[in-house]
């Protein structure tokens, strides 16, 4: 079993930034992908960006990359989303997740163990 927990969420305006974080606590978990997901109102959940495990091998939404840049501390358990040039469609509940897997993938089912989530609105 794994826990994770977010932080960082907030209001903002267009064009400011956030940094999320997400502690996993439970069993080590630095072999695994982990990642960051969103749902936006009325849409389904999607992946914003994950990192592999000991590769370190990202993938990022096409809608983010530029702007986002995921990261991760094998020795703390600890993942971090760093949030640059918010925009108002980047408004959601965001969570991180644990892969069951090493690679970092986009697809939800890969991933096993979620956070609760964590608000991010941004205003225009």
């Known amino acids: 079993q794994v826990q994770l927990i977010e932080s960082g969420g907030g209001l903002v305006q267009a064009g400011a930034s956030l940094s999320l974080s997400c502690v996993a606590s439970g069993r080590a978990v630095s072999r695994l992908a982990m990642g960051w997901f969103r749902r936006a109102p009325g849409k389904e959940r999607e992946a914003v960006a994950t990192?592999?495990?000991?590769?370190?091998?990202?993938y990022y939404a096409d809608s983010v990359k530029g702007r986002f840049t995921i990261s991760r501390d094998l020795a703390k358990n600890t993942m971090n989303l760093q949030m640059n040039s918010l925009k108002p469609e980047d408004t959601a509940v965001y969570s991180c997740a644990t892969s069951l897997y090493g690679l970092a993938s986009p697809i939800k089912t890969d991933f096993s163990f979620w956070g609760q989530g964590i608000q991010v609105t941004v205003s225009s």
């Open positions: 990192i592999a495990g000991f590769s370190g091998s990202t």
